[in-house]
């Protein structure tokens, strides 16, 4: 158990439509990571928050977003989703941004 | 596994033999390199990392090598147990940037007993 914890593990909706994904990082770690894991990508990093700002930006869609609450909990939004988000989304957290601890993901299937 | 889609090489070992697992990296100035495990329905697991200005570093039952000449990183494991079969991913992160990791494409290690 990595101590990051993923809400919810999996995630069924319809194109089109908009979801939020939960991660709550390992007490005392202010770096929350996002990452997409898709079978034609491979492990892909989307966005960095740390103590509420965001800190880096990867191939992140326009139609996602993200942002990090006081508590440093994190979501990810998914709008108008397309089959092809279909995917498994990792959150990540880190004490100092060399060793990342991942939670158990939350598989999305987008239909 | 998450990763079928994806035309992962496979490595075949005997159980308490010795595992070396090759990644290629693309970005010379990347400062870390760090080496995942994946087991199947679980997220990535850290294993162990070397600095760019290391050539070696060694963990328990684990050794990772860093060849900066040509770019080329390698996870050694030693007395392969099956509990070790996983997907390995070697990823690189440029310190700075936000300590983004970028991820090799992973490669499947299955013990066999």
């Known amino acids: 158990d990595s101590g990051v914890t993923q809400t919810p593990k999996h995630l069924i909706t319809a194109t089109g439509q908009r979801v939020t994904l939960r991660c709550s990082p390992r007490?005392?770690?202010?770096?929350v990571y996002w990452y997409q894991q898709s079978l034609d990508q491979g492990l892909q990093f989307l966005i960095q928050?740390?103590?509420?700002?965001?800190?880096a930006k990867g191939n992140i869609l326009e139609r996602f977003s993200a942002q990090q609450f006081p508590d440093l909990h994190s979501e990810l939004n998914l709008s108008s989703l397309e089959l092809g988000d279909s995917a498994l989304y990792f959150c990540?957290?880190?004490?100092?941004?060399?060793?990342?601890?991942f939670g158990p993901g939350t598989r999305l299937t987008v239909l | 596994g998450e990763n079928v889609g994806l035309h992962l090489p496979t490595l075949s070992v005997q159980e308490g033999d010795n595992s070396i697992i090759n990644c290629a990296y693309s970005?010379?100035?990347?400062?870390?390199f760090i080496w995942y495990k994946q087991e199947s329905g679980k997220g990535p697991q850290f294993i162990i990392d070397?600095?760019?200005?290391?050539d070696k570093r060694q963990g328990q039952r684990v050794t990772v090598l860093l060849n900066k000449t040509v770019k080329h990183l390698s996870l050694q494991i030693a007395a392969t147990q099956p509990g070790d079969s996983a997907v390995y991913f070697c990823?690189?992160?440029?310190?700075?940037?936000?300590?983004?990791?970028?991820f090799g494409t992973g490669t499947q290690l299955k013990v066999e007993l």
């Open positions: 070397i600095r760019s200005n290391m």
């Open positions: 970005n010379s100035a990347s400062d870390y």
């Open positions: 990540a957290s880190s004490p100092r941004g060399i060793e990342q601890f």
């Open positions: 007490s005392g770690d202010l770096s």
């Open positions: 990823a690189e992160i440029l310190t700075g940037g936000g300590n983004k990791l970028t």
């Open positions: 928050y740390y103590n509420g700002e965001e800190r």
